[in-house]
């Protein structure tokens, strides 16, 4: 969802920043956490910055940065633009899943406010899975709940711990470079990049 069907990331960066002013965070590079729950993601950044925290107060930072990201999602709907016709033409075609490391409130705020649920048949979001990205959990349990084998499903993501995940979980990797670059995302082990996801009609064209 974020990265792929919105324009996103720059709120997320936004609100890591935002959640994480009062610490002396001098390495951040939104990429490197693109994809993971907050909480992940945190943790990561206070470790590249050599910062310790216990669990408690990463909770409280990761929550923080979860509502100031909502928050602006929700205001401004950054849905990228020919993402719901492309959705609705390939719906026409494949089994569609929605598996995103964002939070329910996030994802089904998403899918209501742009009337996509029905284009579904199955939606994950961070709280349906115990392992997150980079661990494959989240789209083994999509491509069971599609009913599908793994090496004939398409992930598409844009972000390395995406990748990371589709990879391990069999899945064909598709990377498209809005939030990290084509560079990263074939060295995470993408199969093949899109430059956009009305690109994704010509490759389900093809099924």
Same mark, same amino acid.
Request: aromatic content about 2%; glycine content about 6%.
């Given at each position: 969802?974020?990265?792929?069907?919105?324009n $996103? $990331?720059?709120?997320?960066a936004? !609100?890591?920043?935002?959640?994480?002013?009062?610490?002396?965070?001098?390495?951040?590079?939104?990429?490197?956490?693109?994809?993971?729950?907050?909480? +992940?993601g945190?943790?990561?950044?206070?470790?590249?910055?050599?910062?310790?925290?216990? %669990?408690?107060?990463?909770?409280t930072?990761?929550?923080?940065?979860?509502?100031?990201?909502?928050?602006?999602?929700?205001?401004e709907?950054?849905?990228?633009?020919g993402?719901?016709?492309?959705?609705?033409?390939?719906?026409?075609?494949?089994k569609?899943?929605?598996a $995103?490391s964002?939070s329910?409130?996030?994802?089904?705020?998403?899918? +209501?406010?742009?009337?996509?649920?029905?284009?579904?048949?199955?939606?994950?979001? $961070?709280?349906?899975?115990?392992?997150?990205?980079?661990?494959?959990?989240?789209f083994?349990?999509?491509? +069971?709940?599609?009913?599908?084998?793994?090496?004939?499903?398409?992930?598409?993501? %844009?972000?390395?711990?995406?990748?990371?995940?589709?990879?391990?979980?069999?899945?064909?990797?598709?990377?498209?470079?809005?939030?990290?670059?084509? +560079?990263?995302?074939?060295?995470?082990? !993408?199969?093949?990049?899109?430059?956009?996801?009305? %690109?994704?009609?010509?490759i389900?064209?093809?099924?």
């Open positions: 969802m974020d990265g792929v069907l919105l $996103s $990331s720059p709120i997320h936004a !609100a890591y920043q935002e959640a994480l002013a009062g610490l002396s965070i001098s390495n951040f590079s939104y990429s490197r956490v693109a994809g993971m729950r907050s909480a +992940d945190i943790r990561t950044i206070l470790n590249e910055n050599r910062i310790h925290l216990p %669990d408690e107060q990463i909770a930072l990761a929550k923080a940065k979860s509502a100031i990201a909502l928050a602006r999602i929700l205001e709907n950054p849905i990228v633009p993402a719901v016709a492309v959705l609705r033409t390939l719906a026409g075609r494949l569609l899943a929605l $995103s964002a329910e409130a996030g994802v089904n705020s998403f899918l +209501d406010r742009n009337e996509l649920r029905p284009l579904f048949q199955c939606v994950l979001h $961070s709280g349906d899975v115990r392992s997150a990205k980079p661990a494959p959990e989240i083994e349990l999509a491509i +069971d709940r599609l009913g599908l084998r793994a090496a004939e499903s398409l992930v598409v993501e %844009d972000a390395v711990a995406g990748i990371q995940a589709a990879k391990a979980a069999g899945a064909v990797a598709c990377g498209i470079p809005s939030t990290c670059s084509a +560079d990263e995302l074939v060295h995470a082990g !993408a199969d093949l990049i899109i430059e956009s996801l009305e %690109d994704l009609l010509e389900g064209a093809r099924t």
